[in-house]
């Protein structure tokens, strides 16, 4: 049992919504968390920009708290990203040291999509379209390499 921080009743555990973030059940049970929202909403419309002004100035003032915040949420995206895709560990020549390995465009058409995905939010692209098929963990070496021989590896060419 739980008390909302809303409405003050008790509730089963179940009747919360779980925190992304923290993994644990929310303050507010579902349908005041539903009820709350819509009044942020509702505010937000009444006040644009001031939100984001809002914001804009919190992380000023909190600029270590909040590049940390994000680099937690960058570091999320990554890991989730690889282990979709196998793990931090090279699908050619099985190297695992994290700093030289790199997600990898099977079909070698990278170019082209990055033209239309910043590389920058691609870990959130992949989560947001489910882990798509087409990706694969590579070493830098096996990934320049695959880049230079025509789409196959030097390893898998000498073979």
């Not at 937690?72 to 030289?100: Q, S, V």
């Not at 239309?116 to 379209?129: G, I, T």
Request: charged share 30%; glycine share 8%; with cysteine.
């Amino acid at each position: 049992m739980k008390k909302c921080g809303r409405c003050g009743s008790e509730k089963a555990l179940s009747e919360f919504g779980i925190s992304s973030k923290t993994n644990t059940p929310m303050a507010y049970c579902k349908p005041c968390y539903l009820l709350a929202r819509a009044a942020n909403q509702r505010w937000r419309d009444r006040n644009p920009g001031l939100a984001a002004k809002r914001t804009a100035q919190w992380r000023e003032a909190n600029r270590e708290q909040a590049l940390q915040s994000q680099r937690d949420c960058n570091r999320k995206l990554k890991d989730a990203a690889y282990a979709a895709y196998g793990g931090y560990e090279c699908k050619c020549c099985g190297e695992t040291t994290e700093a030289f390995l790199s997600l990898d465009h099977v079909h070698n058409d990278g170019n082209e999509h990055r033209r239309n995905v910043d590389r920058r939010k691609l870990y959130k692209w992949l989560m947001r379209q489910g882990y798509p098929d087409g990706f694969q963990v590579l070493c830098m070496n096996c990934n320049f390499g695959k880049a230079r021989n025509g789409g196959i590896c030097p390893h898998k060419s000498s073979l």
